[in-house]
């Protein structure tokens, strides 16, 4: 069974641009949750959908936003990259809607020049 | 405002030794209680979880014990193993809400031949 995917896996930006991120969970999962991983903050959770809808989201600006598509794949979208966006984004797919383990990615490592 | 308060931030351990990681938590509505193994390069693996119904759960040589009245965690690996060398990240979150993790912030674990 394959697991969560994530692309692209590296990626660099300059500041101003926008970045979308893509994530394809395990066959059978309908949970796709995102967080941040920096070396200051650690994980963070952004945002988690669960049957296209959005059920939960981190305390992160605007800027960042999400969506689910029918096939349970998710893209999240960073706009007006800041230098502090610069970050390990992982993936996590999940068979339940909440209190489950989470599959993770290897992540989308995010470089902003 | 961390929610989830681990430590120590770095622990080394001979091998054949017992590595402990301690977390502690506030929020009495977490019941869900995870703890993650990662790996440089990868994501975040789920390694053994409690739920606050009982105080203890093994898994091998690894080993939660949960604390609901102090509203503390710890994670116990015994027989410590060289490849055991990763970060542990615990985290909690509400069962019944939505795939939100509410990580420490890693212990990294260096187990010496």
């Known amino acids: 069974k394959a697991g969560v995917t994530q692309t692209p896996r590296y990626l660099i930006k300059t500041r101003g641009q926008q970045v979308t991120l893509s994530c394809s969970p395990i066959?059978?999962?309908?949970?796709v949750s995102w967080y941040q991983q920096t070396p200051g903050q650690g994980l963070q959770f952004l945002f988690e959908?669960?049957?296209?809808?959005?059920?939960n989201k981190g305390n992160f600006p605007g800027r960042f936003s999400g969506r689910q598509f029918s096939n349970s794949r998710s893209e999240m979208n960073v706009s007006t990259l800041e230098l502090g966006d610069s970050a390990l984004y992982l993936c996590?797919?999940?068979?339940?809607?909440?209190?489950?383990?989470?599959?993770f990615g290897e992540g989308s490592r995010l470089t902003v020049l | 405002q961390q929610q989830v308060k681990q430590s120590p931030q770095s622990l080394i351990v001979q091998k054949g030794g017992i590595s402990i990681i301690n977390c502690a938590y506030e929020?009495?509505?977490?019941?869900?209680f995870p703890w993650y193994q990662q790996f440089p390069g990868k994501g975040p693996a789920l390694l053994i979880a409690i739920r606050p119904d009982v105080s203890e759960k093994k898994e091998g040589r690894f080993t939660i014990s949960f604390n609901k009245s102090a509203k503390q965690f710890s994670l116990h690996i015994m027989d410590s193993q060289p490849g055991d060398s990763a970060t542990y990240f615990c985290a909690a979150t509400p069962q019944t809400g939505a795939n939100n993790l509410f990580f420490g912030t890693g212990t990294r674990l260096t187990v010496i031949p």
């Open positions: 066959s059978g999962h309908r949970s």
């Open positions: 996590a797919s999940s068979i339940l809607q909440g209190g489950g383990e989470l599959f």
């Open positions: 959908y669960f049957s296209e809808t959005q059920r």
């Open positions: 929020n009495t509505a977490f019941d869900y």
